[in-house]
């Protein structure tokens, strides 16, 4: 599907293009366009990653204004220093890692301390999960509302890792963690969203029951 | 753990849909980049060193040259102010002699020290001025 949408930014006529579309071109493409001088094609590499740099705000930050706010933020930032992008990693890990910082001094600077849900025990023996087992009505939701329960940290490996298929070397590039502290993280991450699930599907049962 | 769960999980996880913002984000953040870029322009654009600082310095080397002319072509002996006033100028004329025969003999290094501050205070009215440019 081909969707084109034409909008005036400033008197500026722009194009922003549906994602399927996008993808047919590298980010590098659009990179070297907006450090020619043709900042429109900014447009392309704001409308490709929002959903993703939204969602870690989100996360981080709790609250859909401010989530917006630092979203915003961290594409500006992006565009301001994509004069010092080498090309050497990934785009989107580059703008994962101004994201994460940018949501994480936001929550330094305002001190804000969340009640975490980082008590989710993490059971050694019970972490095994059939998904097949989770009705397919509900497994989107289900899995969803697990990713919701897990702390900041966790969720943006587990995204980063099984969404965007980032390795480990790059994820540790936007979260600062060493390798070996990412594959440590990962690992109780993947175990406390198998935990919830667990819980959730009893829960479910004990409704039906 | 158990490595097809896991492929499951990720396969699950790939067909979610994210929290997006609001469907006008991108215009949003695109109307912030032109009109930061517009400012940056207009700063680029705007001379370091206004009108009145040229103003200033003109009038100081006008002035500065005409002291000069005036003290060398000898245009002082020409003048009525020693003859009405005669011990107040003497006065003025010995302090003002005195004044720079100190100032010769002040050490170098606080020449350079003074050179210096007003080359500091100098980068330092630049940097404020353009601190958009400069952060």
Redesign the interface.
Known sequence: MRINILVVICNRPTIITSKEQMEQKDDIYYIEKVTAGQTNYFSYIVERYQDIVFSIALKVLKNREDAEEMAQESFIKAYKSLHTFKGTAKFSTWLYRITYNNCISEVRKRKIHYTSTDEVEVKDETTEINLDGIPEENRAKCIQEALRKLPEEEYTLVLLYYFEEQSIEEISKVTNLSESNTKVKLYRARKKLYTILNEMMKDELYTIL | ??EL??I???A?????E?????PD??????????????ALERIKSEKILGKGFWIFMILFVVLFAAIFILYNTGAQPDSQLPNLLPEVSQGIGEKYDSFFSKLAGAPLAIGGILAAFSVLLFLDRIIISNSKIFA
């Open positions: 753990m158990n769960e896991d499951k999980l990720q699950f996880l790939k067909k979610l994210l929290d997006s913002p609001k984000f991108t215009v949003r953040v695109m109307n912030k980049i032109f009109e930061e870029s517009n």
